[in-house]
T-cell receptor
Framework: EDKVVQSPLSLVVHEGDTVTLNCSYE??????LLWYKQEKKAPTFLFML????IEKKSGRLSSILDKKELFSILNITATQTGDSAVYLC?????????????FGKGTHLIIQP | DGGITQSPKYLFRKEGQNVTLSCEQN?????MYWYRQDPGQGLRLIYY???????QKGDIAEGYSVSREKKESFPLTVTSAQKNPTAFYLC?????????????FGSGTRLTVV
């Protein structure tokens, strides 16, 4: 049973479109929810969310957490081909291996020119 | 510069061979982790270690072994008992305690069985 479920698993859009990636989870005793971007190798950190309803923003990317409904979304506006990547959602919680991270399967995003 | 280094980047293994993947960090992090990544499967935890000379099995430890003799180093051995070892392997480290933050990742090792 997956603790972190991401949807969609893959998504193809055209440059300039806006996309919303979803992450739902079952764990309630988590410390933080994190989003990563993975292009070819190591995932790179995007956002860390701990409080419900507070939007984190970085350029064209933004993310928000809903602790009541147990989900988070990652928005990317005015997408560019450089946004093509796998986007990973992860929970930091005591059951995730020594207070480590449990990952979703990721959303593979492809931005077509 | 502080960071986490994995080597080699690419590794080819013949069936029946053991191979060892290296992971070294100079971040003074106590905790280190090994993940396996397959297409469509996300990252799955193999082993983790919170302190030197101690490590714990993750979700998919069968066919793998680790050691943690030094704080900086957490090598992963893929044994011949691992029936499907072809995958991308990521090492990560973090500080321990009730902190909020995630990991620092290495660049990964892509292992292929030939």
């Amino acid at each position: 049973e997956d603790k972190v479920v991401q949807s969609p698993l893959s998504l193809v859009v055209h440059e300039g479109d806006t996309v919303t990636l979803n992450c739902s989870y079952e764990v309630t005793n988590f410390r933080s929810l994190l989003w990563y971007k993975q292009e070819k190798k190591a995932p790179t950190f995007l956002f860390m969310l701990t409080s419900s309803g507070i939007e984190k923003k970085s350029g064209r990317l933004s993310s928000i957490l809903d602790k009541k409904e147990l989900f988070s979304i990652l928005n990317i506006t005015a997408t560019q081909t450089g946004d093509s990547a796998v986007y990973l959602c992860a929970l930091k919680w005591p059951g995730g291996g020594a207070d480590g991270l449990t990952f979703g399967k990721g959303t593979h995003l492809i931005i077509q020119p | 510069d502080g960071g986490i280094t994995q080597s080699p980047k690419y590794l080819f293994r013949k069936e029946g061979q053991n191979v060892t993947l290296s992971c070294e960090q100079n971040l003074n992090h106590d905790a280190m982790y090994w993940y396996r990544q397959d297409p469509g499967q996300g990252l799955r935890l193999i082993y983790y270690s919170q302190i030197v000379n101690d490590f714990q099995k993750g979700d998919i430890a069968e066919g793998y072994s680790v050691s943690r003799e030094k704080k900086e180093s957490f090598p992963l051995t893929v044994t011949s008992a691992q029936k499907n070892p072809t995958a991308f392997y990521l090492c990560a480290s973090s500080i321990t305690g009730a902190n909020l933050y995630g990991y620092t990742f290495g660049s990964g090792t892509r292992l292929t069985v030939v």
